[in-house]
């Protein structure tokens, strides 16, 4: 039956999606930015459950959506500079207008009172789209580094970027916010741990929209929180944008279901050793971090205060 359901949604939801977009369903956006393995699927679940949201995935993916392959996908935009074929792709995405199979998989409802879209590859250019589209309600999620890079780890096969030094390509990133940890990089480019690259590519993909847009102009959410309390979390967020509605529940079963990217086959992953996570610490500390988590892996949420000012 399950399957019949689903064979049914496919086949209507572009009608569905288009006749929200014709209805004027779609103005209330929610734009949640962060690196990949940061629990984006599961948080974006969560913080839509019952809301009518259009769950929109990763609009930004230059290698599986044909339309955003406008640039590499370490991109990097000053603000003030936006491309515009890029305002012109996220113009249709934040109006509900553009549709692909891959991005919509998730939306599953007749009828939608905004959307929630959430991209792991935008966080270089978010505030450059941000600026052209004001409307847009941007969030940041942080999970723990070191959980995001063992997950990385764990899914080799998936498309990330693997080699901070990537970043170094463009001159413009490192004039503007790189050049003190080019050295930095380019060692751990050179070296042999994955885990130690993927903890750089984590602070570069966090520091940049942090320095970008300063705390006062972008909500910071911690995964690590929401996992330990999904509705207190839940609640806060919309909150945060002035939606006084009472206070909603969300069932145990619903917070404890694994979102579908993180069921599947894993690949074995080596545990760093303690000199690798030592070093990894330190690369926190050298991008501003080193007091983001507390030794038992909870978030310290003044902890960026001291480092990411408006």
């Known amino acids: 039956m399950m ?9 209507v939801r572009p009608y569905v999606l288009s006749a929200n977009y014709r209805l004027g369903n779609y103005k209330d956006v929610h734009w949640i930015i962060g690196s990949g393995r940061s629990g984006s699927t599961w948080v974006s679940d969560m913080i839509g459950y019952r809301r009518k949201l259009r769950n929109v995935l990763e609009p930004y993916r230059p290698h599986v959506i044909e339309q955003s392959n406008l640039m590499p996908l370490h991109a990097y935009v000053r603000s003030g500079t936006l491309p515009e074929d890029l305002r012109t792709y996220y113009a249709s995405v934040f109006s509900g207008e ?9 939306a599953n409802s007749l009828f939608y009172r905004g959307l929630l879209v959430k991209d792991v590859f935008a966080s270089l250019f978010a505030k450059s789209v941000s600026d052209a589209f004001p409307q847009v309600k941007v969030s940041l999620l942080i999970r723990n580094p070191h959980d995001v890079a063992i997950s990385m780890m764990s899914k080799s096969s998936w498309t990330w970027i693997d080699d901070p030094a990537v970043f170094l390509e463009n001159e413009e990133l490192v004039e503007d916010y790189l050049e003190p940890f080019k050295d930095l990089i380019q060692d751990i480019s050179e070296g042999r741990s994955q885990y130690l690259k993927y903890i750089t590519v984590w602070c570069i993909s966090n520091y940049v929209p ?3 847009f300063g705390l006062d102009g972008l909500n910071v959410l911690y995964y690590d929180c929401i996992k330990r309390d999904p ?5 806060d967020y919309w909150e945060r944008w002035g939606n006084s509605r009472r206070r909603m529940v969300i069932p ?3 917070s404890k279901k694994l979102s579908a990217v993180s069921i599947g086959r894993k690949s074995i992953v080596n545990e760093p050793g303690r000199s690798e ?3 990894g610490r330190r690369i926190l500390e050298d991008f501003g971090f080193g007091q983001l988590y507390t030794m038992d892996g909870r978030p310290n949420r003044d902890a960026l205060s001291k480092t990411f000012v408006p």
């Not at 399957?3 to 086949?11: F, G, I, P, T």
């Not at 509705?231 to 609640?235: L, M, N, R, S, T």
């Open 3 to 11: 399957k019949v359901k689903s064979r049914l949604m496919q086949r």
């Open 98 to 106: 553009f549709q692909h199979p891959d991005m919509d998989s998730a």
């Open 210 to 212: 942090l320095m970008q």
């Open 231 to 235: 509705v207190g979390e839940v609640w």
């Open 252 to 254: 145990t079963w619903k």
């Open 277 to 279: 996570v030592e070093r």
